[in-house]
């Protein structure tokens, strides 16, 4: 199962990710496309595109927010979670997908090559390359010992980099400095 979570706004990319699930689908028959999230722009008809791309018994679309409470069934429930963005300074999704112990496939945009060590948390893709997206998908999803390996690095790096104590104590050393 392919995750990709979040409101859904146009620089996420989600089109270029159901123009790949062709090709992953001829790959794997029974793949799953999980989205969760509300749309927050009109500008795109993504239930058209599914439909055009005769998607609709490979993609479930859950249209709705979830609370934080609920924001781990999906990505527990993923083998790997979904950035195609055209855009993005960084993400809270990936960052989700790291404490859930989820690799990710993202594209090389904004942060993310900082964010994602190819290989060895997830894979890098260039931005718009629907067949790159999908031999990316495929590798993880055919590899599920490597998805779960890179899934584990992912969680070790959220949890060093981002965790609660990195963090107290970047902001303990800020009030040091200010108060010096």
């Known amino acids: 199962m392919i995750l990709f979570f979040g409101l859904l706004k146009t620089y996420k990319g989600l089109e270029v990710l159901l ?4 090709t992953v689908r001829e790959q794997i028959p029974n793949v799953l ?11 795109r008809d993504y239930a058209g595109i599914i439909a055009k791309l005769s998607l609709s018994r490979s993609v479930q679309w ?8 609920r924001v781990g069934l999906p990505f527990a429930a993923a083998d790997v979670v ?5 855009a993005a300074s960084c993400s809270a999704v990936l960052l989700n997908a790291y404490v859930h112990s989820r690799p990710v496939v993202a594209t090389s945009v904004g942060g993310f090559p900082e964010m994602v060590d190819h290989g060895k948390t997830g894979l890098l893709v260039e931005r718009d390359d629907s067949a790159a997206l999908a031999a990316a998908l495929v590798e993880l ?7 779960q390996c890179m899934g584990r690095r992912a969680r070790e790096k959220a949890l060093e980099n981002h965790g609660w104590p990195l963090i107290g104590q970047i902001t303990g050393g800020i009030y040091r400095t200010i108060t010096d």
């Open 33 to 43: 496309l999980l989205i969760v999230g509300k749309p927050l722009e009109n500008k």
């Open 19 to 22: 123009s790949s699930l062709v």
């Open 82 to 86: 979904a950035l195609p963005y055209h």
């Open 62 to 69: 859950e249209r709705s927010y979830v609370p934080t409470d």
């Open 141 to 147: 999803l055919l590899d599920p010992e490597r998805a």
